[in-house]
Nanobody, 120 residues
Framework: QVRLVESGGGLVQPGGSLRLSCAASGSIFSLNGMGWYRQVPGKERDLVAR???????DYGDSVKGRFTISRDNGKNAVYLQMTSLKPEDTAVYYC??????????????WGQGIQVTVSS
């Protein structure tokens, strides 16, 4: 069984920072692209940032210059450093990873989601 587990969310004041972490575990054969998405009630899940296995990155327009995605291939982990947080960053953040297992080719997996609330 393959799992993605997120951590690091919570409540932060506007202008503050948070660091999200996501670790993949289980019978992983290969771990390819990883990323973070976010969703607010009534809206679609949007890309926040993604990173390839080589370290190439891509960001949603609203977070460019404020958020930084990174990964540690040795730990099967991806991180999202969020700075200069705004109330509009409030959302449930989901970790995503394309993984191949012993039984299946590369396919997308999702974490359970973690709440980030930016409020004074």
């Amino acid at each position: 069984q393959v799992r993605l587990v997120e951590s690091g969310g919570g409540l932060v004041q506007p202008g503050g920072s948070l660091r999200l972490s996501c670790a993949a575990s289980g019978s992983i054969f290969s771990l390819n692209g990883m990323g973070w998405y976010r969703q607010v009630p009534g809206k679609e899940r949007d890309l926040v940032a993604r990173i390839t296995s080589r370290g190439d990155t891509d960001y949603g327009d609203s977070v460019k210059g404020r958020f930084t995605i990174s990964r540690d291939n040795g730990k099967n982990a991806v991180y999202l450093q969020m700075t200069s947080l705004k109330p509009e960053d409030t959302a449930v953040y989901y970790c995503n990873a394309n993984m191949a297992t012993r039984l299946s080719p590369s396919s997308p997996f999702w974490g359970q989601g973690i709440q980030v609330t930016v409020s004074s």
